[in-house]
């Protein structure tokens, strides 16, 4: 790993909104798989039957993390690492010690994908930890353990693309705001694509997630609807990391 990518890393770890954000999450777990173990406080609750016994409550968690949720606090990130970072003057700071554009990019890159990926390990493991200990080890029967398993991973690489996107909205805006609001407004477009014209939304990243964890919830899912979303993950990955690349030298670092 280079070491720039490791600088950024050791940067993240310091980070007090990750610890934040994931203490909020772990309370609410706490208390909604509390409220699906009281007899009393079910009726509250809204929930397919099949969440109540346990077995099916990490998929049923996934769904908060993996839509709206993980790509707003992703956004924080990448917003905190590259538009504060140009604010704060240390965007341009490495290239005064001999960095080049694209090295200092590259390392953001790398930073913010792996960290979009282990975000959403982590996610599980808080889920799974939680669940244990209300429901015992029968969340891990198979086959749903599986099953769940492949969604989580599903997730984890529908990360990538977006992260990506994410990226290449902060380096050309100045403003965390600026990048929170496109963000939001991107998920807002995708709600609308998605509910009117369907057939286009399965060209676009968003859509898969959403098609997976939510449509298909509780369900087994086949070969045949995992590979074309892969296969989008792959192709806007790779186009957008090109892209961020091979515009690194037009991008301005300055404040």
Known sequence: MAIMTRLEIKRLLQQKLIYFFLGLFIFAVIAYSGLLTSAALRELVDADDRILGGHYFPEFMLRFYSTNVGALFMAMITALFICEDRQAGLLIQPLLHGRTKKEVLTAKINMLCLFSLVMVIIIGLIVYTTSYFRWGDQIFSAPIFSQTLIKYALAAFSFIPLE????LLAVFARHTVIVLGETFLLLMFFVFLNHSFPKAACFFPLYYP????????FQALTWVEIYPGLLIFLFYSLLIYFFIIHCSNKINFDR
């Not at 959403?210 to 919830?217: A, F, M, S, T």
């Open 210 to 217: 959403y098609e997976w964890i939510i449509q298909q919830e």
């Open 164 to 167: 990506l996107f994410l990226i």
